[in-house]
């Protein structure tokens, strides 16, 4: 039975903490959920990736396996990693199960909070060095920060409305 799950994505270890609700059908393949994690979150999709659940470890060979497969029950628990040198985990959570009809088409995303980091900039441990050197103008990596970041970067920035315009080419 198709069923919408809102999930809460949260990239593991980062501080402060990037997250996303997204609301999603259960009979999503990996492989969508993934070009949906990388929307949502604001990765470029240019590394390997794999799904981690209790049943096992997933990768792109895994592509077409559907989600209800692994998770079915609120409160259970997967990982999502990307980019295998970075290691980004993200801990998605299954917030709810709901089975009646919805107004929006999913996948949507509800709401969410921060920047995601960018790619290649060292996983979790290196972007909190970027943000520091990014706060600090005597920092001697500052330049380097404003580099990789941009003048303009805001940690705490999430942008719902752009994140939903993306999303549209998926809905079904």
């Keep these: ?23 999603i059908y259960n ?11 990388q929307l949502t979150m604001g990765w470029k999709d240019e590394h390997l990736w794999a ?8 990768d792109e060979k895994y592509a077409d396996h559907i989600l209800k497969q692994y998770v079915t029950e609120p409160k259970q628990h997967f990982y999502y990693i990307y980019d295998f040198g970075d ?11 709901i089975n009646k009809g919805q107004s929006a088409l999913p996948p949507y995303c509800i709401s969410g909070k921060n920047a995601c980091p960018p790619e290649d900039c060292g996983g979790i441990w290196g972007y909190a060095e970027l943000l520091e050197a990014l706060e600090d103008e005597a920092h001697n990596a500052h330049e380097l920060a404003l580099a990789q970041l941009g003048q303009n970067f805001n940690p705490n920035a999430f942008d719902l409305e752009a994140v939903n315009k993306a999303l549209q080419p998926y809905q079904k």
């Design 51 to 58: 799904f981690e659940f209790q049943q096992g470890n997933f």
């Design 87 to 97: 290691h980004w985990q993200h801990k998605i959570t299954l917030e709810k199960v």
């Design 1 to 23: 039975m198709t069923a919408l799950y809102q999930l809460k994505i949260a990239l593991s270890g980062s501080k402060p903490l990037v997250w996303r609700r997204v609301m």
């Design 27 to 37: 009979t999503i393949s990996l492989s969508e959920l993934h070009k949906i994690i």
